[in-house]
Protein backbone atom coordinates (compact mmCIF):
# COMPACT_ATOMS: atom_id res chain seq x y z
CA UNK A 1 0.00 0.00 0.00
CA UNK A 2 1.59 3.21 -0.73
CA UNK A 3 2.03 5.64 1.71
CA UNK A 4 -0.42 8.23 -0.24
CA UNK A 5 -3.57 5.85 0.33
CA UNK A 6 -4.32 6.41 4.42
CA UNK A 7 -5.14 3.51 6.29
CA UNK A 8 -8.73 3.17 7.29
CA UNK A 9 -9.45 3.07 10.96
CA UNK A 10 -9.35 0.03 12.88
CA UNK A 11 -12.61 1.79 15.18
CA UNK A 12 -13.97 2.46 11.97
CA UNK A 13 -13.50 -1.03 10.66
CA UNK A 14 -14.83 -3.12 13.57
CA UNK A 15 -17.62 -0.91 14.02
CA UNK A 16 -19.98 -3.12 11.91
CA UNK A 17 -21.27 -6.87 13.21
CA UNK A 18 -20.25 -8.65 9.92
CA UNK A 19 -16.79 -7.33 10.30
CA UNK A 20 -16.64 -8.40 13.71
CA UNK A 21 -17.63 -11.63 12.89
CA UNK A 22 -15.20 -12.21 9.82
CA UNK A 23 -12.47 -11.43 12.23
CA UNK A 24 -13.93 -13.80 14.57
CA UNK A 25 -13.98 -16.54 11.90
CA UNK A 26 -10.49 -15.97 10.59
CA UNK A 27 -9.06 -15.78 14.30
CA UNK A 28 -10.52 -19.35 14.72
CA UNK A 29 -8.41 -20.84 11.34
CA UNK A 30 -5.12 -20.11 10.13
CA UNK A 31 -6.82 -18.64 6.64
CA UNK A 32 -9.95 -19.27 4.74
CA UNK A 33 -10.71 -18.42 1.11
CA UNK A 34 -14.14 -16.02 -0.08
CA UNK A 35 -15.81 -19.43 -0.61
CA UNK A 36 -15.31 -20.25 2.78
CA UNK A 37 -16.57 -17.36 4.44
CA UNK A 38 -19.41 -16.82 2.18
CA UNK A 39 -22.01 -19.13 3.33
CA UNK A 40 -21.79 -18.21 6.79
CA UNK A 41 -23.43 -15.21 6.13
CA UNK A 42 -26.78 -14.46 4.66
CA UNK A 43 -25.55 -12.34 2.50
CA UNK A 44 -23.61 -12.65 -1.36
CA UNK A 45 -19.99 -12.83 -2.06
CA UNK A 46 -19.29 -9.41 -3.38
CA UNK A 47 -21.22 -7.82 -0.09
CA UNK A 48 -18.65 -10.45 1.95
CA UNK A 49 -15.97 -8.93 0.19
CA UNK A 50 -15.96 -5.70 0.51
CA UNK A 51 -16.46 -6.18 4.02
CA UNK A 52 -12.99 -7.64 3.63
CA UNK A 53 -11.47 -4.89 1.64
CA UNK A 54 -12.60 -2.57 4.38
CA UNK A 55 -10.94 -4.64 7.18
CA UNK A 56 -7.68 -5.34 4.34
CA UNK A 57 -7.75 -1.37 4.00
CA UNK A 58 -7.21 -1.03 8.53
CA UNK A 59 -4.31 -3.26 7.54
CA UNK A 60 -6.75 -6.48 9.91
CA UNK A 61 -6.84 -8.84 7.09
CA UNK A 62 -4.05 -10.14 4.81
CA UNK A 63 -5.16 -12.20 1.38
CA UNK A 64 -2.43 -14.40 -0.57
CA UNK A 65 -3.07 -15.74 -4.52
CA UNK A 66 -2.97 -19.42 -4.26
CA UNK A 67 -3.80 -20.33 -7.80
CA UNK A 68 -6.58 -18.42 -9.15
CA UNK A 69 -8.14 -18.40 -5.02
CA UNK A 70 -7.63 -15.51 -2.46
CA UNK A 71 -7.36 -16.57 0.96
CA UNK A 72 -7.43 -14.07 3.93
CA UNK A 73 -6.06 -14.41 7.29
CA UNK A 74 -6.25 -12.30 10.35
CA UNK A 75 -3.42 -9.56 11.25
CA UNK A 76 -4.62 -8.59 14.81
CA UNK A 77 -1.92 -6.46 15.45
CA UNK A 78 -3.88 -3.37 14.69
CA UNK A 79 -6.09 -4.16 17.36
CA UNK A 80 -3.53 -3.31 20.08
CA UNK A 81 -4.85 0.20 19.14
CA UNK A 82 -8.19 -0.99 20.08
CA UNK A 83 -6.89 -3.00 23.49
CA UNK A 84 -4.99 0.49 24.33
CA UNK A 85 -7.87 2.40 24.32
CA UNK A 86 -10.44 0.19 26.11
CA UNK A 87 -7.34 -0.67 28.91
CA UNK A 88 -7.85 3.33 29.89
CA UNK A 89 -11.27 3.11 30.20
CA UNK A 90 -11.12 -0.15 32.08
CA UNK A 91 -8.63 1.36 34.62
CA UNK A 92 -11.57 4.58 34.98
CA UNK A 93 -14.13 2.03 35.87
CA UNK A 94 -11.98 0.38 38.09
CA UNK A 95 -11.09 3.46 40.08
CA UNK A 96 -14.57 4.89 39.54
CA UNK A 97 -16.39 1.59 41.01
CA UNK A 98 -13.74 1.31 44.32
CA UNK A 99 -14.61 5.26 45.13
CA UNK A 100 -18.16 3.86 45.31
CA UNK A 101 -17.11 1.34 47.18
CA UNK A 102 -15.67 2.93 49.71
CA UNK A 103 -18.52 5.38 49.69
CA UNK A 104 -21.19 2.88 50.59
CA UNK A 105 -19.40 1.56 52.93
CA UNK A 106 -18.51 4.93 54.57
CA UNK A 107 -22.57 5.31 54.93
CA UNK A 108 -22.56 1.79 56.37
CA UNK A 109 -20.69 2.48 59.29
Known amino acids: ?19 RRLIRLLAE ?3 MPLHELTPQFQMGRTAV ?12 VQDRKVGRETRFRLNAA ?5 QDWLSFYNQFWSTNL ?9 EEE
Open 49 to 60: SKHLTILKGAGL
Open 1 to 19: MSESVQMRDVFEAIADPTR
Open 98 to 106: LRLNQLLEE
Open 78 to 82: PLREV
Open 29 to 31: SEE
